[in-house]
């Protein structure tokens, strides 16, 4: 008899999402712990080289990447170097290091976006107020800035002119990251779309709607059921293929065109609204198949070469 899979969650804190993670891996047989990055350290003399509480020496069969702690710049990329490491010792790791970076830089999503050529609105980042100011002149139009690494519409500002950009020192990071504002308000609502997908298929989607422009459920959007859009779903999946994730909420809408967009992929998405809006188990999709993904692995594994024909 196979043992229970050895499955590290890692989470920023114990919320709600946690436990329900926590509950779906118990509930399929798996052993599970769960703790932030912070708590793991590198020691180059010990067996793994790594320095994981609880399971001391050992290896988890795979890594379940739920929130990461933020932090200065050298503890975020010794968390980051963490994951790579795990990766680099044969561990599972989900969504992996290079997925999680394509997601928290803004920057590098809109880049990959457009090189797989998927619509998503014309963005710009740059770290000079002058250029910022040149960007909004030339566009003229409504352009949207964002905090580079942020989430739940936290820190957004419409800029319609090169007066409404903040100071250089008043900017996050000090990066102007600014993209194309697409949306627009029907009867007075604005709406956008998240499509969650998991193991390149969709597994979830809602309508978000918002008297404000800025329609997180955070910000106090209210979660809807999305009529199945195939356009859309087919967008979802290759943005994230785009950005090598596994595990991602993709943010879409309509322009006033019709035309759909996609705005941005989230490697950690939250999924409160999602099961208000769809009545699914998230945690019970999201921990299923990270573990069938774990069984796939391991009889590749034991099934081993091929036989070469003569």
């Not at 067996?47 to 200065?72: F, K, W």
């Not at 050529?117 to 352009?143: D, K, N, Q, T």
Request: net charge neutral; proline share 5%.
């Amino acid at each position: 008899m196979q043992p229970a899979p050895r499955i590290l969650l890692i989470t920023a804190g114990i919320d709600r999402h946690a436990r329900e993670m926590l509950a779906a891996f118990r509930a399929k047989g798996a052993d599970v712990h769960a703790m932030g990055l912070a708590e793991i350290g590198f020691d180059t003399a010990s067996p793994t080289g790594l320095l994981i509480p609880h399971v001391e020496g050992v290896l988890p069969d795979a890594v379940c990447v739920r929130t990461m702690d933020g932090g200065s710049f050298e503890a975020v990329t010794r968390r980051l170097g963490l994951l790579h490491a795990l990766e680099r010792l044969g561990v599972l790791v989900s969504n992996d290091a290079r997925a999680i970076e394509n997601c928290v830089d803004k920057s590098m999503t809109s880049f990959l976006l457009a090189r797989a050529g998927l619509p998503s609105p014309r963005s710009y980042a740059v770290e000079s107020r002058r250029e910022a100011e040149r960007i909004v002149a030339a566009e003229r139009r409504p352009l949207v800035l964002k905090p580079l690494f942020g989430a739940q519409g936290k820190g957004l500002k419409l800029i319609g002119t090169a007066d409404d950009l903040p100071p250089h020192e008043a900017v996050a990071g000090g990066v102007y990251y600014l993209q194309r504002f697409a949306g627009f308000a029907a009867s007075g609502r604005w709406t956008d779309y998240r499509i969650l997908v998991s193991s390149g298929r969709v597994v979830a989607a809602m309508r978000r709607e918002a008297t404000n422009w800025i329609t997180n459920i955070k910000q106090g959007a209210t979660a809807l059921p999305m009529t199945p859009d195939a356009e859309m779903e087919a967008l979802a999946v290759a943005a994230a293929a785009a950005v090598g994730g596994d595990f991602c909420g993709v943010d879409l809408l309509r322009d006033p065109d019709g035309a759909a967009q996609v705005i941005e992929v989230n490697s950690m998405p939250a999924w409160t609204g999602l099961k208000k809006a769809t009545g699914k188990d998230i945690a019970a999709i999201r921990t299923g198949d990270l573990l069938a993904r774990l069984e796939a692995r391991r009889t590749a594994a034991h099934a081993g070469p091929l036989p070469v024909s003569a």
